[in-house]
């Protein structure tokens, strides 16, 4: 089997210039990398034929950009053209979109080629991906853990060398926490960076997509390709597109970083990440970098509003799979409401349904005063407090998860745990700010432990500079592979 | 015994005028084939998100401004959820909190009484889509799903069923004449329900809302049938449901469409999809300059210049007349002329041609110098009806008409003494007549001169030196 694929963006561009190699090439590699790793679950669907096709069809083209004929992933939310996308739900198992989301469109205009839509929790509710309706993705670190969630496989693909390069979407950490448990390098840009037209919604004022990839330098660049403002997405931005690499490589002497003492509660974070942390400080402030311990308001209440926000936009968000125009439809029904509670009864899964229902309680009657305004407000507190920050600090790091990758079937049972794992990646959501998830190091079982970047309002750049960085510094071996 | 007061308060829905949907680029059209106007976002696909057409903005203010509102200068859109077939995303996209107009009202005249009634508010939200019942099943049309509507909500002010007429009447006019909906009731891009409750005391009774009432002059009848219903029932001892009707008009009585259960919850919260709009005072001023005269100015100028009531009122109904009319209201043209010219002749030759206004080459120029030259005589109504078809259908002006057709028109009045000298003589009988008292019999005369000229002679020098002539 060859192994281009495991050559970096850069070097495969420049073999495909020279037609040492063609873009049926590394279709065809990523489709014999993704049949032998079939145990990772980390696809829903898979479009070999067409990806195929493409490939060869782009023979005759001029290689004219970075990505051009280099394979992609896509999280099984962001609707696909004559793809089936299903959001890991039995309701959306036979739908079929006829329009491709924005950034869909964007890869498709860089001529990348989808080999498939990847696996998650249902509806992206989850932290594990076991909330799919396929089953579960596996860690590639060791396949007995938890790839994380909510695009777990997007991260288990990533991680594996399956593909080099994915999209995943965050709403409370669904990229960063997932890129953690795998090793790999993970971005929830700043909301309206990117555009949410075609990724399915779960919590709309939190959603965002981004890119999910091997190293730091691939990321910023897919990030060029994915941002701009869109006419269709109201809340899209209208900044200007900018070279997210451009900031690569430079010193980090004179950068100032704050760590939220929240974020190195030793009650909250495991020791070895801790560890980890510690670590990655020291480095930091030995070349320069000064960093400082901070509070922010209210962030030990960000997974309370999170739960009261994002359940509250999901119990409407997820009010159209009626049965009515596409998904799963309950046959013969006894009317109108038979139709619906059996489609939704039987289409849903537990976790879903259960945040439609704890969602709709929360903006019932009085208590979208007591509850969703007041969570808006509070909200609106940690945003100004994480700006504050920014004032005098350039950055925000800390961990993204609190442990490694947990082992698959834990947790189940309890539908706070999920919740209390996403605790270091949901302010970041609720502050509408950029985080990211670069490795940094391993924990007991040789499983990633991950930093969190997070920057101001649309510092991604900056973020990608001391990503950069850390990764050059540890030079850590982040293929499993090669691990074991 | 005291008598029964009915209170009533209407909520209507217009449909917008707008070329496109409100939150998608769907085109908004009526009478299409079925979904044929619709795409993925007007469908609720999964991923689509709602745009947010600027038109309706301008609409729905100029709107709020004609009905004297206050702007809600900070405003949003919020989400009502339920479940419908006919709502695709299974949430409508309305307003709750921030309505764009409150504290309005509308002036309306009943029986020589004016009165205002207050607006609650006014508010944006998309319209459904179509639900059509064929045997056992349903059939659904999305052209209408996202369709603009304000819904006007007043408040319960109203305490007759003309009362309520003339408010939907005149919220009709207002919204016709500046140009912010069809109001078409029969087509349903104007939709009336009307809440209604009777009692003897000051405290209100059970109100029951009628839905949907397809005619003004149902809803009168509706009103008269619901209130008579209510009071049989309270006069009876029992107690007037908190219900939804509908007004059967073959019946003519309202039936119950479904019971109220209290308290509806419609979950709403700010849509997180469509950022705040900011309403300044750029924008309240640009709207304002697009408001046209509207219909009570225009009757009030009409009458003012000598037009009767009733045909200022005929000329109002009919918005391309009043509009070019009032194109000439400061020329100093006679407008009671023109207003009959307008309602009269050209009116009937233009429902003969199936045509308007615009699609003929009646210009200003032409339209001027046809009302200046009856005004002074220089043609009479026989002339202009001999020349109607060639002003309306050719480019040449109305001295070249005339010419063209051979008419003179006789302003010599040594020529017209001497055929009225003739006259005279012929007729004595009735020259006795008149100078016996029977001042009609000038008019005979009158009718003999014309028919002598063959109508070519200017009739106020004819009336004038008849007159003389008589008088001597």
Known sequence: MSKYLDLSIVEINKLLKEKKIKPLDLVLEAFDRIEERKDLNAFITLDKERAIMKA?????????????????????????????????????????????????????DCHMIIVGKTNMDEFAMGSTSQTSYFGAPHNPWDVQKVAGGSSGGSAACISARLVPL???????????????????????????????????????????????????????????????RDDRDLTSSHKEKEDFTRLIGEDIKGMRIAVPNFFVKEDIVSSEVLNKL?????LLEKNGATVEYVDIDYIENAVTLYQIIAMGEASSNLARFDGVR?????????????????????????????????????????????????????????????????????????????????????????????????????????????????????????????????????????????????????DLELNPLEVR | ????????????????????????????????????????????????????????????LKAALILNCEINRDMHFDRKNYFYPDLPKGYQITQAETPIGVNGYVEIEVNGEKKKIRIHDIHIEEDTCKSIHYKHHSFLDFNRAGVPLVEIVTEADMHSSEEAM????????????????????????????????????SELGTRAEIKNIGSISNIGRAIEKEAARQIALIENGKEVEFATYRYDEKQDETVIMRVKEAGNDYRYFPEPDIPFVEIDDELIAEVKKTIPMLAGERRERYVAAGISLLNANKIIQNRNLSNYLNKFLDSGINLVIASNLLLGDISAYLNKMGTELENTKLTDEKFIDLVQKLDKGDINSKVFKDILDD??????????????????????PSALK???????????????????????????????????????????????LLEEELNK
Do not use: W
Not at chain 1, 85 to 100: E, G, M, R, V
């Open chain 1, 56 to 108: 060869k069809e782009l023979e005759d083209k001029e290689v004219d950009n970075l990505f051009f004929g280099i394979p992609i992933a896509v999280k099984d939310n962001i609707v696909t053209k004559d793809l089936r996308t299903t959001c890991a739900s039995h309701i959306l198992d036979n739908f079929i979109p006829i329009y491709d989301a924005t950034v869909v469109e964007k890869i498709n």
């Open chain 1, 166 to 228: 994915a999209l995943g979407s965050d709403t409370g950490g669904s990229i960063r926490q997932p890129s953690s448990y795998c090793g790999i390098v993970g971005m929830k840009p700043t909301y309206g960076r990117v555009s949410r037209y075609g990724l399915v919604a779960f919590g709309s004022s939190l959603d965002q997509i981004g890119p999910m990839t091997r190293n730091v330098y691939e990321n910023a660049l897919l990030l060029n390709v994915l941002v701009g």
């Open chain 1, 278 to 282: 510690h670590e990655v400080i020291e």
């Open chain 1, 326 to 474: 596409y998904g799963y439809s309950v046959e013969d029904p006894k009317g109108i409401d038979e139709l619906y509670a059996l489609t939704r009864g039987n289409g849903f899964g537990d976790e879903v349904k259960r945040r439609i229902m704890v969602g709709s309680y929360l903006l019932s009657g009085e208590n979208a005063k007591i509850y969703y305004n007041k969570a808006l407000q509070i909200r609106e507190a940690i945003r100004e407090s994480f700006l504050k920050v920014f004032e005098k600090y350039d950055l925000i790091i800390g961990p993204n998860a609190t442990t490694t990758a947990y082992n698959l079937g834990e947790g189940l049972d309890d539908p706070l745990k999920t919740f209390l794992d996403d605790i270091l990646v949901i302010p970041v959501n609720m502050a509408g700010l950029p985080g990211m998830n670069v490795p940094m190091g391993f924990g007991e079982g040789h499983l990633p432990i991950g930093l969190q970047i997070i920057g101001n309002r649309f510092d991604e750049a900056l973020m990608y500079k001391l990503a950069s960085f850390v990764e050059k510094e540890l």
């Open chain 2, 1 to 60: 015994m005291a008598e029964y007061k009915k209170t009533i308060g209407i909520e209507i829905h217009t449909e917008l005028k707008t070329k496109t949907k409100i939150y998608s680029n769907s085109v908004n059209g009526y009478g299409k084939t079925a979904n044929s106007n619709v795409n993925v976002v007007d469908l609720g696909y999964p991923g689509t998100l709602p745009t947010l057409n600027m038109e309706v903005i301008r609409l729905a």
């Open chain 2, 166 to 201: 003339a408010y939907v009447e005149k919220l009709r006019e207002l919204f016709l004449y500046a140009d912010i909906s069809d109001c078409k009731i029969e087509e349903g891009s104007m939709r009336c329900d009307v809440n209604i409750s009777v009692s003897k005391t």
């Open chain 2, 391 to 412: 002003v309306m259908e050719k480019d040449t002006t109305i001295d070249e008409i005339i010419a063209s057709k051979g008419i003179k028109i006789i302003n010599d």
């Open chain 2, 418 to 464: 001497t055929i009225i000298s003739n006259v005279l003589e012929s007729n004595s009988a009735s020259v006795t007549d008149y100078k016996n008292g029977n001042t009609r019999a000038i008019k005979f005369l009158m009718g003999q001169i014309m028919k002598e000229t063959k109508g070519s002679a200017n009739p106020e020098l004819v009336n004038k």
